[in-house]
């Protein structure tokens, strides 16, 4: 039996039978029982977990895991940062839950957030705490923009990811999840991103953000495109459960060229990127670009207490008393873990650890980029993502994807799927990452697909 201490100290995996064991297999066949059709992970990640320290997770039956899941981006220092779980047990004798009322511990989060903007950012923000989700702070941005401008519409793009909720599912690119839950929020127009390896216009991917953004400006400005003077743009900078997509600078810029000169709101959707995991604070720096909402949440309290926020420029808050509420938008134990990971990050120069290990992880899988199933290697920070298809037909290898992620888990890395057809193994490791577990993880994967491909038709080299 591994304890926590010892957990915290490990340095690799350890898996020492079948998966899943005996204990995780009857969690999981009463979880079938009990719980609803809806869950996802369990599915392909067939564990039970018992702890987890860091970088790694140990479930029921002993075995040790990697885990570049991480709670989905949401623990940028990995499990159980000891510093947090203090500052959070001090912070519950004090308050836990506190609406929206001004508590000391608020006012230091909301001026550690501000601090944590572009300098020329921070006096013209304003806050807004949402419900405990991303999805809940995309609804309040939506909301506030239609408030703001008088207008209806909404742009999106394709592949994009902001929710499941029902505005933020309708902005989302993903088809299968709306079409069993019809009449959703109407006025929503897609768009193509700029994925230029597989350019959505066929174009040659030379020329594929151009054309992106061209498609965009001249539908905006064209009186018959069928499309109204919009309330809003949405976008993620880099699209994450798209495929670990990063938009190209020229796209974003345009993008938000055109909508500053007609007036249009432009949010910038940094729910997984936000925090650090691009290398930034948030990936919009990396783009010379300033939004007028960002939508943050994730990583916002260091380990995974929920909150979600809106940060908008102060001449859109128009909105009146109670326009988006929330019982739980005072957590007052992400707050107090919220200004001391801000701390953590500076102290310990975690977002240079994450440009460090990001070169490092892109370093370890470049071997990947000539393989004949892998079609892309593409990302930013430790956002990654390995994209297969089939060399016979150049389609998503989804199937592949699978087996690689079952494989990995099997010889005790955790990784979670994205992208068209789930044909791009994703990688979302702690921030804090060691440069000796980040090396064996991508020796992990690459051996994973390196072993597997090599099994079908079309051999690797």
Same mark, same amino acid.
């Given at each position: 039996?591994?304890?926590?201490?010892?957990?915290?100290?490990?340095?690799?995996?350890?898996?020492?039978?079948?998966?899943?064991?005996?204990?995780?297999?009857?969690?999981?066949?009463?979880?079938?029982?009990?719980?609803?059709?809806?869950?996802?992970?369990?599915?392909?990640?067939?564990?039970?977990?018992?702890?987890?320290?860091?970088?790694?997770?140990?479930?029921?039956?002993?075995?040790?895991?990697?885990?570049?899941?991480?709670?989905?981006?949401?623990?940028?220092?990995?499990?159980?940062?000891?510093?947090?779980?203090?500052? /959070?047990?001090?912070?519950? &004798? %004090?308050?836990?839950? #506190?609406?929206?009322? $001004?508590?000391?511990?608020?006012? @230091?989060?909301?001026?550690?957030?501000?601090?944590?903007?572009?300098?020329?950012?921070?006096?013209?923000?304003?806050?807004?705490?949402?419900?405990?989700?991303?999805?809940?702070?995309?609804?309040?941005?939506?909301?506030?923009?239609?408030?703001?401008?008088?207008?209806?519409?909404?742009?999106?793009?394709?592949?994009?990811?902001?929710?499941?909720?029902?505005?933020?599912?309708?902005?989302?690119?993903?088809?299968?999840?709306?079409?069993?839950?019809?009449?959703?929020?109407?006025?929503?127009?897609?768009?193509?991103?700029?994925?230029?390896?597989?350019?959505?216009?066929?174009?040659?991917?030379?020329?594929?953000?151009?054309?992106?953004?061209?498609?965009?400006?001249?539908?905006?400005?064209?009186?018959?495109?069928?499309?109204?003077?919009?309330? /809003?743009?949405?976008?993620? &900078? %880099?699209?994450?459960? #798209?495929?670990?997509? $990063?938009?190209?600078?020229?796209? @974003?810029?345009?993008?938000?060229?055109?909508?500053?000169?007609?007036?249009?709101?432009?949010?910038?959707?940094?729910?997984?990127?936000?925090?650090?995991?691009?290398?930034?604070?948030?990936?919009?720096?990396?783009?010379?670009?300033?939004?007028?909402?960002?939508?943050?949440?994730?990583?916002?309290?260091?380990?995974?207490?929920?909150?979600?926020?809106?940060?908008?420029?102060?001449?859109?808050?128009?909105?009146?008393?109670?326009?988006?509420?929330?019982?739980?938008?005072?957590?007052?134990?992400?707050?107090?873990?919220?200004?001391?990971?801000?701390?953590?990050?500076?102290?310990?120069?975690?977002?240079?650890?994450?440009?460090?290990?990001?070169?490092?992880?892109?370093?370890?899988?470049?071997?990947?980029?000539?393989?004949?199933?892998?079609?892309?290697?593409?990302?930013?920070?430790?956002?990654?993502?390995?994209?297969?298809?089939?060399?016979?037909?150049?389609?998503?290898?989804?199937?592949?994807?699978?087996?690689?992620?079952?494989?990995?888990?099997?010889?005790?890395?955790?990784?979670?799927?994205?992208?068209?057809?789930?044909?791009?193994?994703?990688?979302?490791?702690?921030?804090?990452?060691?440069?000796?577990?980040?090396?064996?993880?991508?020796?992990?994967?690459?051996?994973?697909?390196?072993?597997?491909?090599?099994?079908?038709?079309?051999?690797?080299?």
């Amino acid at each position: 039996m591994t304890n926590k201490t010892e957990l915290a100290d490990w340095t690799g995996p350890l898996v020492s039978g079948p998966i899943p064991g005996p204990q995780s297999a009857a969690f999981l066949a009463r979880q079938e029982a009990r719980e609803s059709n809806a869950r996802t992970y369990p599915r392909h990640l067939p564990i039970a977990i018992a702890e987890a320290a860091g970088s790694f997770v140990r479930d029921v039956d002993g075995n040790v895991f990697i885990d570049f899941l991480n709670g989905a981006g949401v623990l940028p220092f990995g499990h159980n940062h000891p510093e947090l779980v203090r500052v /959070a047990a001090d912070q519950m &004798l %004090v308050e836990t839950h #506190g609406l929206d009322f $001004p508590t000391p511990v608020k006012d @230091a989060f909301i001026d550690t957030q501000l601090s944590m903007l572009p300098v020329d950012m921070q006096d013209r923000m304003k806050i807004h705490f949402c419900g405990p989700t991303g999805a809940n702070a995309v609804e309040a941005a939506i909301k506030l923009c239609k408030t703001a401008t008088r207008r209806g519409e909404i742009i999106s793009f394709q592949g994009g990811f902001h929710g499941s909720t029902a505005a933020a599912m309708a902005l989302t690119g993903l088809v299968a999840p709306k079409s069993h839950v019809q009449n959703g929020m109407p006025g929503v127009h897609f768009f193509p991103y700029s994925y230029c390896s597989q350019c959505p216009l066929g174009m040659s991917p030379a020329t594929c953000s151009t054309n992106c953004a061209t498609f965009l400006e001249h539908s905006l400005k064209d009186d018959l495109s069928g499309i109204p003077l919009p309330a /809003a743009v949405i976008l993620e &900078l %880099v699209q994450g459960e #798209g495929g670990s997509i $990063p938009a190209t600078i020229e796209f @974003a810029q345009r993008v938000r060229a055109v909508t500053r000169e007609l007036g249009i709101p432009l949010i910038v959707d940094e729910v997984q990127t936000g925090c650090g995991r691009t290398g930034t604070w948030f990936s919009f720096e990396q783009y010379g670009i300033e939004p007028d909402v960002i939508v943050a949440s994730k990583a916002l309290s260091g380990m995974g207490l929920p909150i979600a926020l809106i940060m908008y420029d102060k001449a859109m808050d128009v909105w009146e008393p109670g326009a988006h509420i929330g019982t739980f938008r005072g957590n007052q134990l992400a707050f107090a873990t919220g200004v001391e990971a801000v701390k953590i990050f500076q102290r310990d120069d975690i977002l240079g650890n994450v440009r460090r290990r990001s070169e490092q992880c892109f370093g370890l899988l470049a071997p990947l980029q000539q393989h004949p199933w892998v079609r892309e290697i593409r990302g930013k920070g430790l956002l990654v993502g390995v994209e297969l298809m089939d060399p016979r037909t150049e389609m998503p290898a989804g199937d592949l994807a699978a087996e690689v992620q079952s494989e990995a888990l099997n010889r005790g890395l955790i990784l979670e799927l994205g992208g068209r057809d789930s044909s791009v193994v994703r990688l979302l490791p702690p921030l804090n990452i060691t440069a000796e577990v980040m090396e064996t993880a991508c020796h992990i994967l690459v051996d994973c697909i390196d072993r597997l491909a090599s099994m079908l038709d079309v051999p690797a080299p």
